[in-house]
């Protein structure tokens, strides 16, 4: 079952032309001719589509609390500043069939009452900013974007922004920051942007993925995209697989799917390249917890593991992680966790916008003492160190940037404790290439 | 390299700067401010004091609003730079594919370190984190393009190419 990437093969589907043939626009005519604003809000909010970018919010709800004062503009911002590590779907699907976001936000800014949207996409996707711009002077050519789009009175203008290289911008409020031209610091909340966000105005910020899926929402119904997936994970998610598998790249899966067989079939990941074993997987981008292989394809209670908000997150940190953006990492066993461990903290610690002082000192503290266990300079009391400053940083911060550097810190010690001791033991042999290969009766050895 | 006396968009890149700020309300043109920093790079390759007070006039903006800014946005490079500027991604999964010696190889081949610019100013090698192509790793960008799937000897490759 596809529905964001079904002609995403097709030769020419980034110009209109080949975009419509396959059905393309359907949901424009359909939502501005046919419904109303809120009929369309309506139909996302039965869909039960939660946000795509990470927090799983229920996106018709997000839409509902939208203010509407008289006389005040309304905005929609797509959220394409895609920067969590291990995630590139929102790049892929843009960059292969940009109409498909762009017929999202014409229906989801109808809905919404917005006549001026904006994508702000991260500055290093400057050559999709470019094909999405191509793709919307079409849409303006063909009548489906600037006034009285195809004779319903409804005018909407839309307009791509280029971020400059941060990954705080993709926490809204910094988003809402950077658009306006400041550096991207958090807002405090409240007022949430639904009241008060770009310009002082009522904004609503969704991301890419959420924003595609809205097009099908109106040309099928919210009931038949809720009938997809299990419980309320409902409709297809975009996954971002990278690491040690045979087939890494982007797929769209019914939610619900099996992590098993999502991992070893060959319709989807293909297995563990080179014949090596799973070690571990990051399920949803680098901020969620790193699970062993054990805990990734089973639960704490033995139950299969699905590709599902809750069934990732069964058993709660202790033994569970969480779906986030779906940026889905694969390590086999000649993995170093440590070292992973340490590229997370650094980009933690890079990515930090410094304005809270748990997350400014504590990412730079995390990173300090992983590079030394790393580097062989660690100390016993360093394991311990870096689970009490993860504790200090989250919960602590604006935004949830800080609960993002603690929480894969955390759960690397939670469950590969062995490693961190080991590097700290054999400082030696800890820097030596391919040090991982050297150790013996290791608990993840299967 | 740039000076005070030259620092002007041509006409055809104002005309950009016009359009872009058509994009915002009326009074919010600081919203044009990253969009014209990547024009004003692309211009003179790094951002100057001379060429961010430039920006902030266009924008009528303190110079101050335009410094803050820049600063905090990595893409932005705030010394003079090679004419090639290798950006690679130094994080996680580019690193589970080899990203450590593919780089290190390019690093090598060019003789200098991360930060730095060969003698003969055609190449500057930045370190930066996730460029959101995780699956395609490792990655670097040159400007606007992608190289992925990187080995060494595609780097050698990519080199030469761009030592022409």
């Given amino acids: 079952m596809k529905i964001l990437t079904e002609h995403i093969d097709v030769q020419g589907i980034e110009t209109i032309d080949v975009f419509r043939k396959h059905g393309g626009y359907t949901a424009v005519e359909k939502a501005l001719k046919k419904m109303t604003p809120d009929e369309v809000t309506e139909e996302v909010k039965k869909s039960g589509l939660r946000g795509r970018g990470g927090a799983g919010f229920p996106m018709g709800m997000k839409w509902s609390f939208l203010a509407k004062p008289e006389g005040v503009p309304r905005y929609l911002v797509c959220n394409a500043d895609e920067s969590e590590p291990g995630t590139f779907k929102d790049h892929y699907l843009m960059m292969k069939s940009p109409h498909t976001l762009i017929e999202g936000m014409i229906v989801s800014s109808y809905a919404l009452g917005a006549n001026t949207s904006y994508i702000y996409i991260r500055g290093e996707l400057m050559y999709v900013a470019t094909i999405l711009e191509k793709a919307i002077q079409e849409a303006k050519d063909k009548g489906l974007l600037g006034k009285n789009i195809l004779g319903s009175g409804y005018d909407l203008e839309l307009h791509v922004q280029l971020g400059g290289g941060a990954y705080i911008c993709g926490e809204e409020t910094a988003l809402l920051e950077s658009l306006e031209g400041k550096r991207g610091n958090p807002r405090n909340k409240p007022p949430f942007p639904a009241v008060k966000g770009l310009w002082q105005c009522p904004t609503v910020v969704n991301n890419v993925e959420s924003i595609a899926a809205t097009s099908w929402i109106v040309n099928n119904g919210g009931d038949e995209y809720a009938k997809i997936g299990i419980g309320r994970s409902t409709g297809t998610k975009l996954i971002s697989v990278s690491g040690h598998v045979r087939k890494p790249g982007v797929y769209e899966l019914p939610l619900g799917l099996s992590v098993e067989d999502f991992i070893y079939s060959d319709d989807w990941c293909g297995g563990i390249r080179d014949g090596h074993k799973l070690k571990a997987v990051v399920a949803g981008g680098s901020s969620v917890p790193i699970l062993p292989a054990e805990l990734i394809l089973k639960t704490a209670n033995g139950e299969n593991r699905l590709m599902t908000y809750e069934s990732l997150s069964d058993g709660g940190f202790v033994s569970g992680t969480m779906l986030g953006s779906g940026g889905f990492v694969v390590m086999d066993e000649r993995t170093c966790i440590v070292h992973n461990t340490l590229t997370f903290g650094r980009f933690y610690h890079h990515e930090s916008c410094g304005q809270c002082s748990p997350c400014r000192e504590g990412t730079g503290w995390m990173d300090k003492v992983l590079y030394r266990i790393e580097h062989g300079k660690g100390r016993q009391e360093d394991i311990d160190l870096l689970v009490d400053v993860a504790k200090k940083i989250e919960g602590n911060t604006i935004c949830p940037l800080g609960d993002a550097a603690a929480w894969p810190v955390a759960a690397a010690i939670r469950h590969f404790r062995d490693e961190f001791e080991w590097h700290i033991n054999h400082p030696e042999k800890a820097t030596q290439k391919g040090a991982v290969f050297m150790r013996e009766g290791a608990s993840w050895s299967m | ?164």
């Fill in chain 2, 1 to 164: 390299m740039t000076n005070t006396q030259t620092i002007q968009f041509p006409a055809d890149t104002l005309d950009k700067v016009h359009e872009i700020i058509k994009r915002y309300p009326e009074g919010k043109q600081k919203s044009a401010l990253l969009p014209i920093l990547h024009l004003a790079q692309a211009e003179w390759k790094w951002c100057s004091p001379e060429v961010m007070d430039y920006v902030a006039g266009l924008l009528k903006l303190s110079p101050v609003e335009v410094y803050e800014v820049a600063s905090f946005y990595t893409m932005f490079h705030l010394e003079p730079v090679g004419n090639h500027v290798i950006e690679y991604c130094r994080t996680g999964p580019c690193c589970l594919m080899g990203g450590v010696e593919v780089y290190d190889h390019l690093k090598a081949k060019l003789g200098i370190e991360t930060g730095e610019t060969t003698a003969d100013g055609k190449f500057t090698v930045k370190e930066v984190e996730c460029l959101a192509a995780c699956g395609w790793g490792p990655v670097f960008q040159i400007r606007e393009k992608f190289y992925m799937n990187l080995t060494t000897q595609k780097v050698d490759e990519i080199i030469e190419e761009l030592s022409k």
